[in-house]
């Protein structure tokens, strides 16, 4: 429980303030789009330093460095409060940034390593709710802060939470000593995060009115460069910092690669669902963030019934067809329009939150079921890198289809986010095809094992 709420409160973070941004901007004299910038430096942070958390927490112990990544988070939120200019700000998002990427990655180190693998299911299920809860309820509880209190206080929230967190650190998480490691690749860290900031960054401003979108091709080609630099540089080192070889495993291949196709279209919704409500159905941004939190109630259901739903089907077959219903949930959205009825609106959102988190609680643990312990913070990392680079690229993906739709027919209508919901759903549901191919007994060391009835 102390995990998840490190999770959510970096999570509901990382979009909470997107409601809040022409207060900010007003306050701080800048404008709403070019305070976006805000958002992309916190992507950014995240991408450059999560490929260093595995060595930090292999070298430091992961204990140490997850008390020191809230304080490096809470730092950054009271930065954030205090900022008076956009350089002010768009610096504190990145402070932040860089203690989510060493808290998020190293917290699932910490979970791995402190349990069996039987119970790596069930404690997933706790875990997943905070990650699919706090990007949803980030934008009700931004809109509520920033209309009713003041929007410092979205990141003030942080200061108790956060110590909190820390002191709990202290007294629940078991010791995790580090271990003597060879110096860094340092050359690694540098074109990782070179690959990971360019790409990240290309893809959040390629679209984005306020810069040329020449700016983020270019950030990409230099990300796709770097990208390939790396993997030649890490075919030479025994040790780096990113070890591709654990691709090698069929159930941590079909985990990132199936995950990164999933996440586009998990990544485009939050995205394309408040614009919709906003701009096509006249709903107050509150108002369209209430709606959307229903996807919440259907996590949290997934979570009695996960276990029970893997026994029966297992991890292959549970997969393939989460990750095809769920694409389809989102292909469904292509059709919402303002003479929907509330209730059916809710009812697909529902469902959609259900088998999005019944995939992810399968899905996290899967990435550990052919790794050793000591490749555990080389594979969350792996993973962490993947997710922020497929999230990215669904925001970019739907940003592009809105925007090329809205230029060929002059206005941003229904037809654009219906073509974006269609897109994306069709690309998430194709994550099935990795999970089909797995061994049928792919996982089966990370389920419990049912206990046969008294005699």
């Not at 790396?230 to 690669?257: C, G, N």
């Not at 893997?310 to 469904?332: E, P, V």
Request: a positive charge; proline letters at 7%; one cysteine or more.
């Amino acid at each position: 429980m102390l995990l998840s709420v490190a999770l959510f409160m970096e999570q509901m973070d990382s979009t909470v303030i997107a409601t809040a941004l022409p207060a900010i901007a007003a306050d701080i004299g800048s404008s709403p789009v070019a305070l976006k910038l805000a958002l992309t430096s916190y992507l950014v942070a995240l991408a450059i330093f999560i490929p260093l958390s595995a060595f930090i927490a292999d070298r430091f112990g992961a204990k140490r460095v997850f008390r020191l990544a809230i304080g490096v988070f809470v730092a950054g939120s009271l930065a954030c409060a205090l900022a008076a200019s956009l350089s002010g700000f768009v610096a504190a998002r990145f402070l932040q940034g860089a203690g989510a990427a060493m808290m998020t990655p190293v917290g699932r180190v910490i979970l791995v390593r402190a349990l069996p693998r039987a119970e790596l299911v069930k404690a997933w299920a706790t875990l997943t709710i905070p990650v699919l809860i706090g990007p949803l309820a980030g934008p009700p509880v931004g809109g509520f802060l920033t209309t009713y209190v003041s929007w410092h206080w979205i990141f003030l929230i942080n200061l108790p939470i956060g110590a909190a967190g820390a002191l709990l650190a202290t007294r629940i998480l078991p010791d995790m000593p580090g271990r003597p490691l060879p110096t860094p690749d340092l050359a690694g860290f540098g074109l990782t995060g070179l690959a990971a900031a360019g790409l990240v960054f290309g893809l959040s401003v390629v679209s984005l009115p306020a810069l040329p979108p020449l700016v983020g091709a270019a950030a990409i080609g230099v990300g796709l460069a770097a990208s390939i630099a790396y993997m030649r540089h890490a075919r030479r080192r025994t040790d780096p910092i990113l070890d591709l070889r654990l691709f090698a495993r069929p159930s941590l291949r079909a985990a990132i690669a199936g995950g990164f196709l999933f996440r586009i279209g998990v990544g485009a919704t939050p995205f394309l669902l408040p614009l919709l409500f906003q701009l096509v159905f006249g709903m107050s941004p509150f108002a369209s963030g209430l709606i959307t939190f229903v996807t919440a109630a259907g996590a949290i259901a997934m979570k009695f019934l996960v276990e029970p739903i893997l026994a029966r089907l297992g991890f292959r077959r549970l997969l393939t067809y989460a990750a095809l219903i769920s694409g389809g949930l989102i292909a469904t959205m292509a059709a919402f329009n303002p003479a929907w009825p509330s209730a059916a609106l809710m009812a697909v959102l529902f469902f959609a939150g259900f088998f999005r988190s019944l995939f992810f609680t399968a899905v996290n643990p899967l990435t550990f079921a052919e790794t050793g312990d000591t490749e555990v913070a080389q594979a969350t990392a792996l993973s962490a890198v993947f997710q922020q680079l497929s999230l990215a690229t669904g925001v970019a993906l739907a940003g592009f289809i809105l925007e090329a739709s809205s230029r060929v027919t002059g206005v941003l209508g229904p037809a654009a986010f219906s073509l974006a919901f269609a897109i994306t759903g069709v690309i998430a549901a194709g994550a099935a095809a990795f999970y089909w191919r797995l061994d049928p007994n792919a996982g089966a060391n990370l389920a419990a094992k049912p206990q046969p009835p008294p005699v």
